[in-house]
């Protein structure tokens, strides 16, 4: 089945650590995208890509690094920089239509927990 | 400025009920496009309809329409008879910007709960 994966499910992270959080699309959508959802908020966009070995912020990048290395992966790397990081953290992809990238097609989710 | 604001943090529909969720939003770009999605308690986000800004009419997808109306700059996600597992929190979002340089920006949430 095409979609979207995001491992882990949960994950806990001591204060100071780096943790990097996995997302995996089989849809062969050029465009991936890391959203930060905090208790009773909307999505709030970190970093996304549109090609191989590019990516631009979003607007919430401090503390935050991705790469995107390959056109189906694309990780995100939280930092001990990032001040307060427990949050549940989405994936998602899109493609191209009529010049536009429409729906974005999202992932299960990590949610991270920092002890 | 808020770009998508929705008013109704909660509500309450009686099942097989119509529901219709409020979605205002601001942009100047005349190419744009609006989403809604609906996210469970498991977290996953799920899109549901779709509407771009030419389109001349309102977008439907079995019981989810979207009113559009595009003077007064509303997308209201119009659920027609409501069952239990509509239950969940839904998200007005809009695509703004040139083609190949899209971001999509999320609105708060409405959270709604299907009364038995």
Known sequence: DGGITQSPKYLFRKEGQNVTLSCEQNLNHDAMYWYRQDPGQGLRLIYYSQIVNDFQKGDIAEGYSVSREKKESFPLTVTSAQKNPTAFYLCASSTLAGGHYNEQFFGPGTR???? | AQKITQTQPG?????????????T???????????????????????LIYQGSYDQQ????????LNFQKARKSANL????????DSAMYFCAMREG?????????GKGTRLHILP
């Not at chain 2, 509500?11 to 979605?23: G, P």
């Not at chain 2, 939003?25 to 899109?47: A, C, H, N, R, V």
């Not at chain 2, 309102?58 to 329409?65: D, F, L, P, Q």
């Open chain 2, 78 to 85: 119009v659920i027609s008879a409501s069952q239990l597992g």
């Open chain 2, 11 to 23: 509500m309450f529909v009686q099942e097989k009920e119509a529901v219709t969720l409020d979605c």
């Open chain 1, 112 to 115: 991270l927990t920092v002890l």
């Open chain 2, 98 to 106: 040139p083609g190949g340089n899209d971001k999509i920006i999320f």
């Open chain 2, 58 to 65: 309102n977008a439907t997808e079995g019981r989810y329409s």
């Open chain 2, 25 to 47: 939003y601001d942009t100047s770009d005349p190419s744009y496009g609006l989403f809604w999605y609906k996210q469970p308690s498991s977290g996953e986000m799920i899109f």
